[in-house]
């Protein structure tokens, strides 16, 4: 079965760590993993997303890696601000699913205190 | 640029009648989707479209429907609304299966 876990569930930081956000999934057979960030009571708004073939990606203070035959990829946060705060999000598509559907995880809600 | 626009933002909808959320992108993109967000279930897919003319079913299909008439559009309905259905939708699309994707900001439905 395809699924996307998330750990932690929630998160509190002091402002200015950095922080490392985990997901994991069964089966390598992806397509792409792609990291998102919602805010309550918004919509997701698309982070980063890491094709197969790659084994990081950057913007800014974000950095997202992937270890496909391991099943896991990492969200890393430097120097948090309380601006970070919200729901992440990891999503994957797997090869042989229909549609290029992305299963999510579950999310990690951060909290990053001033 | 717009991206993704869902109209209504909110309703309250009473059970038993129909109701469409509608989606319009204007990315050009070929793959759209809905996904409904569950407080403990997290984001399902309900119904997909990879290109215009062709819809598919997802995790939750049961009690809606999908078209595709042209690429910018993917209206959801709900023929005869129930309280199970009481969430929040968020249409997506995609240029391709392999490439980002992107939300819109979500309908949050009440059914009574």
């Known amino acids: 079965k395809q699924e996307v876990t998330q750990i932690p569930a929630a998160l509190s930081v002091p402002e200015g760590e950095n922080l490392v956000l985990n997901c994991s999934f069964t089966d390598s057979a992806i397509y792409n993993l792609q990291w998102f960030r919602q805010d309550p009571g918004k919509g997701l708004t698309s982070l980063l997303l890491i094709q197969s073939s790659q084994r990081e990606q950057t913007s800014g203070r974000l950095n997202a890696s992937l270890d496909k035959s391991s099943g896991r990829s990492t969200l890393y946060i430097a120097a948090s601000q309380p601006g970070d705060s919200a729901t992440y999000l990891c999503?994957?598509?797997?090869?042989?699913?229909?549609?290029?559907?992305?299963?999510f995880g579950q999310g990690t809600e951060l909290s990053v205190k001033p | 640029t717009a991206g993704i626009t869902q109209a209504p933002t909110s309703q309250i909808l009473a059970a038993g009648r129909s109701m469409t959320l509608r989606c319009t992108q204007d990315m050009r993109h070929n793959a759209m989707y809905w996904y409904r967000q569950d407080l403990g279930l997290g984001l399902r897919l309900i119904h997909y479209?990879?290109?215009?003319?062709?819809?598919g079913k997802g995790e939750v299909p049961d009690g809606y429907s999908v078209s595709r008439a042209n690429t910018d559009d993917f209206p959801l309905t709900l023929a005869s609304a129930v309280p199970s259905q009481t969430s929040v939708y968020f249409c997506?699309?995609?240029?391709?299966?392999?490439?980002?994707?992107?939300f819109g900001q979500g309908t949050r439905l009440t059914v009574v």
């Open positions: 999503a994957v598509r797997w090869i042989y699913n229909q549609g290029g559907k992305l299963i």
């Open positions: 997506a699309s995609s240029e391709g299966l392999n490439t980002e994707a992107f």
């Open positions: 479209s990879n290109t215009a003319g062709t819809t």
